[in-house]
């Protein structure tokens, strides 16, 4: 009988090992930026990371992952120090690669969908947020059980049992495939609820706030609602949706905090978070949050605009781009000699700022959500959108609503 497991990094500090590939789709920069987003998780999860190793190959070893001479080399470093119990690579492991792997280095493996359903698993409060986790881990469980555990060969004969009897691998992806139909059929229920919940909202415009994890979504939340939303400067800090009611000036609007994306998000993540992510489906304004301190946060923006996509259906909701962390911008400026193209890193946010509002047609602001900074702008900003939705439902409030003063009492 299999037991499901809440979480695979346990309670005491783990020292990690990392291991990402440098392929002609990933180049050096970005499997390094993979593997520092990688740290940052593990760093999330309670472990350490306390050295990486990358290998260029043309694709991943379909036995081991990396070859035969770096997996000796992270061996040989593992023994020297002699108190690492992790090894976690950037990309899935298939059962066989994460076998042989662990027979080899004798330690615990894991992968990059391994880890963030630690994550989510430890970050789990809610009666929804922890079914939805479970899911996940069950679907990401059932591809994986061949060879996992040496009970799964034992077969099983008996009274009603034809020929050699069941094995035991085939009553370990029964249970599993009985237990997803459960937590599926829970899920459902979960929705039905939450449907009512929002149908009982009204006809209030909802606003969702929505980005890349960790940009500053729930550190805003608490800004504008004057709530007491769980904050964090680690990844994934928000599993569930939190809704507060949110009145700027005398204009009264629901909104929405989600759970943050991130790239190789597992696809059965999403899907089991689909009810979570109603409340973006069914928003009438998003506001994309965006670290504009990150050094890609361009690909970041492209990664939440491709999940919204998939999310959404495609729908093209009004979006309000909030570049936040002003205040931990840097700008670096070149040397007169230097004839390099320009990186991130050369241009000014004054430059940024005049690329993006040319970009959305003005529709972006640029706030500090820590330091207070340019809030009243985003406010103004979102009660001109939230004005336009409400008067279109209810024209008969048009002599109620006058144009926002930025002086005018909250």
């Not at 993979?34 to 070893?61: C, H, I, M, P």
């Not at 492991?93 to 994460?98: E, G, I, R």
């Amino acid at each position: 009988m299999i037991e499901k497991k809440t979480s695979i990094i346990g309670d005491t500090p783990e020292r990690a090992v990392l291991v990402g590939l440098i392929t002609p789709q990933q180049d050096e920069a970005k499997s390094a930026e993979y593997l520092a987003e990688l740290a940052f998780l593990v760093d999330t999860s309670g472990a350490e990371a306390v050295k990486t190793f990358t290998q260029k190959v043309e694709y991943a070893n379909p036995r081991t992952f990396v070859g035969k001479g770096k997996l000796e080399e992270i061996k040989q470093y593992i023994e020297e120090d002699g108190d690492i119990s992790l090894v976690i690579f950037d990309d899935d492991l298939s059962t066989k690669q994460a076998v042989n792997i662990g027979r080899e280095l004798g330690v615990k493996v894991l992968d990059r969908t391994n880890l963030i359903l630690d994550i989510f698993a430890k970050r789990a409060q809610t009666a929804t947020a922890k079914t939805q986790v479970e899911l996940a881990q069950y679907q990401y469980l059932l591809p994986r059980l061949t060879r996992m555990w040496t009970h799964l060969e034992r077969q099983r004969g008996g009274i009603g049992m034809r020929g050699p009897g069941e094995t035991q691998i085939e009553t370990d992806r029964r249970i599993i495939l009985t237990k997803i139909s459960l937590l599926k059929e829970q899920l459902r229920a979960i929705d039905r609820q939450k449907a009512v919940q929002r149908k009982n909202r009204g006809k209030l415009t909802r606003v969702a706030l929505v980005g890349y994890t960790n940009v500053g979504k729930s550190t805003l939340m608490n800004l504008l609602s004057k709530s007491d939303v769980f904050a964090e400067n680690k990844l994934f800090a928000t599993l569930d949706t939190t809704v507060r009611k949110v009145v700027i000036d005398n204009l009264p609007f629901l909104l929405t905090d989600t759970v943050g994306f991130i790239r190789k998000l597992p696809t059965h993540l999403v899907d089991s978070f689909k009810s979570t992510l109603d409340e973006v489906r069914e928003a009438d304004i998003l506001v994309h949050v965006v670290d504009i301190s990150h050094p890609n946060f361009e690909e970041q923006i492209a990664v939440v605009d491709k999940t919204l996509k998939e999310v959404c259906d495609g729908a093209d909701k009004p979006t309000l781009l909030v570049f936040n962390k002003i205040d931990a911008f840097t700008y670096k400026p070149k040397d007169d000699d230097d004839l390099t193209p320009r990186e991130r890193c050369n241009i000014t946010l004054d430059e940024l700022k005049a690329s993006w509002m040319a970009r959305m047609n003005d529709n972006c602001v640029f706030i500090s959500a820590k330091k207070g900074t340019n809030i009243d702008e985003l406010k103004q900003r979102l009660y001109t959108m939230a004005r336009e939705i409400h008067l279109a439902r209810f024209p008969y409030n048009d002599l109620l609503y006058q144009t926002y003063d930025e002086d005018s009492p909250e």
